[in-house]
């Protein structure tokens, strides 16, 4: 699967949107953008993915750029809830069998 | 609760014990995986179950054996561990092994080898 690079961690304040952004210049065109995020003590927890358009669902948004390139995720009010570490993952339709790999991800800290 | 619910939730174990974890899912998913998570170290794949075939051996010690007896249960049986294999152990299921749709994740087994 082709490589995600995403900031080691952002900030925000509560109530504020939060835009997280994942560099993937490296995407084939058979990749699914995927995004999970972890919360403090728990397993990972399915956000949101997309291929080539913009889509929404009642935990986030994501955009997805023209080319592709990159992907920025956004939580339209952050909530003290919404603290966790968020990863990008790309994953190829293509491509039997799984090495899904995670990454470092983005540990979002949220302010009240 | 994701319907992933692993068990026990905390295990300390010595280097000679036998223990196993146990995952259990009834989402009607057909695939199962195990990963490892260390301290400041992303989540790694370890194994992956696709209608109850191992599809995936992501070079893991054979120290840590997976079993799946059904597509509702996994389990990883542990013996003669290490130190350095402290880490939490997460379980996931998804309908395929595709990852096309939602993976649903386990809220882990934190096992302390002592």
């Known amino acids: 699967d082709a490589k995600t690079t995403q900031p080691n961690s952002m900030e925000s304040n509560e109530e504020e949107p939060v835009h997280l952004p994942c560099n993937h210049s490296?995407?084939?065109?058979?990749?699914?953008i995927h995004w999970y995020r972890q919360l403090p003590s728990q397993g990972p927890e399915y956000v949101i993915h997309?291929?080539?358009s913009n889509v929404n669902n009642r935990m986030a948004s994501l955009a997805i750029a023209e080319d592709r390139k990159s992907s920025t995720l956004i939580l339209h009010r952050a909530t003290l809830r919404d603290a966790a570490v968020y990863y990008c993952?790309?994953?190829?339709?293509?491509?039997?069998?799984?090495?899904?790999?995670f990454g470092g991800g983005t540990r979002l800290m949220v302010k009240p | 609760e994701t319907g992933v619910t692993q068990t026990p939730r905390h295990l300390v174990m010595g280097m000679t014990n036998k223990k196993s974890l146990k995952c259990e899912q009834h989402?009607?998913?057909?695939?199962m995986y195990w990963y490892k998570q260390s301290a400041k170290k992303p989540l790694e794949l370890m194994f992956v179950?696709?209608?109850?075939?191992?599809?995936e051996n992501n070079s893991v010690p054979s120290r840590f054996s997976p079993e799946c007896p059904n597509s509702s249960h996994l389990f990883l049986h542990l013996h003669t561990l290490q130190p350095e294999d402290s880490a939490l152990y997460l379980c996931?299921?998804?309908?395929?092994?595709?990852?096309?749709?939602?993976?649903?994740f386990g809220q882990g087994t934190r096992l302390t080898v002592v």
């Open positions: 996931a299921s998804s309908q395929s092994d595709r990852w096309l749709t939602e993976a649903f």
């Open positions: 490296t995407i084939s065109g058979t990749d699914y």
């Open positions: 997309g291929l080539t």
């Open positions: 993952i790309l994953r190829d339709v293509n491509n039997a069998g799984n090495m899904l790999t």
């Open positions: 989402l009607g998913h057909n695939a």
């Open positions: 179950y696709s209608l109850e075939e191992r599809v």
